[in-house]
């Protein structure tokens, strides 16, 4: 799903759209797994109770606050946060109910470099690192193919430049003496 249009200027366009990788919600899902199985066992031993009513309802209850509480808060958070490049600047949004962003213009950004341990270069992910105008660098992590991320960022701060101090030539025609 692309980024929302209407958070974008008028000339503005998504050059890459990113959630942060996958790995992010890896242990949710194990636990996910765990918890179905740990109620599929549960109420296959309590089908032979005289309690067999309450125990299902019991087990219903626990495992949808554990699935709730340990998978869907936290796939729902890796839903809603987006690392968005525009053609003009690069955005971060995260969060449900307390949403946080942050914009940076193309034209603020002083360096951009990544860094990946070994386990991130087997994921393919990384961490890229901004710094910009202000007084630190920003880290944003779990950047999936954060190499090409980084190759794309460069080359739209480039083409943003090129728009900012390019002069065309002047022509080469002799000027005529009065």
């Known amino acids: 799903?692309?980024?929302?249009?209407?958070?974008?200027?008028?000339?503005?366009?998504?050059?890459?759209h990113k959630h942060s990788h996958w790995k992010m919600i890896f242990w949710p899902t194990v636990a996910l797994l765990v918890i179905v199985?740990?109620?599929?066992?549960?109420?296959?031993?309590?089908?032979?109770?005289?309690?067999?009513?309450?125990?299902?309802?019991?087990?219903?209850?626990?495992?949808?606050?554990?699935?709730?509480?340990?998978?869907?808060?936290?796939?729902?958070?890796?839903?809603?946060t987006h690392f968005v490049v525009t053609n003009e600047r690069v955005m971060y949004r995260a969060g449900v109910?307390?949403?946080?962003?942050v914009d940076i213009p193309l034209n603020r950004i002083n360096s951009v470099r990544f860094e990946h341990s070994l386990i991130d270069r087997v994921l393919g992910c990384g961490t890229l690192i901004i710094e910009s105008a202000s007084?630190?660098?920003?880290?944003?992590?779990?950047?999936?193919?954060?190499?090409?991320?980084?190759?794309?960022?460069?080359?739209q701060i480039d083409e943003g430049d090129q728009g900012d101090f390019y002069y065309p030539q002047r022509s080469q025609q002799p000027r005529r003496s009065e």
């Open 97 to 101: 109910l307390h949403r946080t962003g």
């Open 1 to 16: 799903m692309g980024y929302p249009e209407n958070m974008l200027t008028n000339d503005e366009h998504v050059v890459v």
């Open 37 to 80: 199985a740990a109620g599929v066992f549960g109420a296959m031993f309590v089908n032979d109770q005289e309690w067999n009513t309450i125990g299902w309802i019991a087990i219903g209850a626990i495992g949808a606050i554990l699935i709730i509480w340990l998978f869907l808060v936290p796939f729902i958070r890796w839903q809603s």
């Open 135 to 155: 007084d630190e660098a920003l880290t944003f992590d779990d950047v999936p193919q954060v190499e090409r991320v980084h190759g794309m960022l460069y080359q």
